[in-house]
């Protein structure tokens, strides 16, 4: 299977290089990487740039080159890149990874009509460990009343540009869903200032930035006397790139359609 890699100079980037290469026992093979026209990294050996021993081959400035040559391509990068891949993806006909975060609540409904044309998983974490959390929280949320209030609490390192974290609205989500409400119309996403009491039914969330921190979510269920917290730390980035390379390959081969790590994962 030709993995490409779009971003590949980025944090996430780098790592998926590694676990592409790490996945050759599973069929994997890195076809082609390329970053931003103009970026540092551009014409180094993607080995290099990822720490690993040669590969032969050279960062590319053209996104449509890293198309043409892989079955799958994987997207780390920003909202404003992963759309215009995403249109990429569509004209070369090429199965789609996107683990891009902060992207527009329109983007859904472009993922959607892509869906129809190409296989395509986003998912905001690529982690198991996180794909579970956000199971266990839908059941929690359904199992308990509005007596409980749902806070969810995220950590990330200082260069993390978008607030709150893709995970942390998609396990907002999933308590919505298991409350069976809305996220739009509970969510209450920054708090300052003379704010009132909290609304029953609401969904809190609350984002601190700092350090190396690469990913910390806790999921808070707070009723009077009692509260049940649920936490996933992600310990490094690998988590998220092993996930993504096996998205790649379990959708490079499926029908056109739009999927989620957990029909990745068979959760
Ligand atoms: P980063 O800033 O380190 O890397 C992004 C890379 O994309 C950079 O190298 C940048 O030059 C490149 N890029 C930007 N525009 C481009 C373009 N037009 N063509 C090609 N490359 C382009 O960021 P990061 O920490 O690697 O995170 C990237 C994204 O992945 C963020 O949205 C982050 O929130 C998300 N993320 C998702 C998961 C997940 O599991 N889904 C996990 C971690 C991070």
């Given at each position: 299977?030709?993995?490409?890699?779009?971003?590949?100079?980025?944090?996430?980037?780098?790592?998926?290089?590694?676990?592409?290469?790490?996945?050759?026992?599973?069929?994997?093979?890195?076809?082609?990487?390329?970053?931003?026209?103009?970026?540092?990294?551009?014409?180094?050996?993607?080995?290099?740039?990822?720490?690993?021993?040669?590969?032969?081959?050279?960062?590319?400035?053209?996104?449509?080159?890293?198309?043409?040559?892989?079955?799958?391509?994987?997207d780390?990068?920003?909202?404003?890149?992963t759309?215009?891949?995403?249109?990429?993806?569509?004209?070369?006909?090429?199965?789609l990874v996107v683990g891009t975060?902060?992207?527009?609540?329109?983007?859904?409904?472009?993922?959607?009509?892509?869906?129809?044309?190409?296989?395509i998983?986003a998912?905001?974490?690529?982690?198991?460990?996180?794909?579970?959390?956000?199971?266990?929280?839908?059941?929690?949320?359904?199992?308990?009343?509005?007596?409980?209030?749902?806070?969810?609490?995220?950590?990330?390192?200082?260069?993390?540009?978008?607030?709150?974290?893709?995970?942390?609205?998609?396990?907002?989500?999933?308590?919505?869903?298991?409350?069976?409400?809305?996220?739009?119309?509970?969510?209450?996403?920054?708090?300052?200032?003379?704010?009132?009491?909290?609304?029953?039914?609401?969904?809190?969330?609350?984002?601190?930035?700092?350090?190396?921190?690469?990913?910390?979510?806790?999921?808070?269920?707070?009723?009077?006397?009692?509260?049940?917290?649920?936490?996933?730390?992600?310990?490094?980035?690998?988590?998220?790139?092993?996930?993504?390379?096996?998205?790649?390959?379990?959708?490079?081969?499926?029908?056109?359609?739009?999927?989620?790590?957990?029909?990745?994962?068979?959760?």
């Amino acid at each position: 299977m030709k993995i490409g890699v779009v971003g590949c100079a980025g944090r996430m980037g780098r790592n998926l290089i590694q676990q592409v290469v790490a996945a050759k026992g599973a069929g994997a093979e890195l076809a082609a990487v390329c970053d931003r026209p103009g970026y540092a990294s551009v014409g180094q050996d993607a080995g290099a740039l990822a720490g690993l021993e040669s590969l032969g081959i050279k960062v590319s400035e053209q996104a449509s080159a890293v198309f043409a040559a892989s079955d799958v391509v994987i997207d780390f990068t920003t909202p404003e890149a992963t759309e215009r891949h995403l249109m990429l993806a569509v004209d070369y006909k090429k199965a789609l990874v996107v683990g891009t975060t902060g992207l527009a609540a329109a983007f859904s409904a472009r993922l959607e009509e892509a869906g129809c044309q190409i296989p395509i998983v986003a998912a905001p974490n690529m982690s198991l460990g996180v794909n579970l959390l956000l199971g266990l929280v839908e059941k929690v949320a359904k199992a308990l009343d509005e007596s409980f209030d749902i806070e969810v609490l995220e950590m990330h390192h200082r260069h993390k540009v978008d607030a709150p974290s893709g995970t942390a609205l998609a396990l907002g989500r999933a308590a919505a869903r298991g409350r069976g409400v809305e996220l739009s119309e509970t969510a209450v996403r920054s708090r300052d200032g003379i704010t009132g009491a909290r609304r029953a039914g609401d969904i809190g969330f609350a984002t601190l930035r700092g350090g190396s921190v690469v990913g910390d979510h806790t999921v808070i269920f707070a009723a009077d006397d009692e509260r049940i917290e649920f936490t996933h730390k992600a310990g490094n980035r690998s988590i998220f790139a092993r996930g993504a390379v096996r998205a790649a390959l379990w959708c490079a081969r499926r029908p056109p359609g739009l999927y989620g790590m957990a029909d990745v994962l068979g959760l």
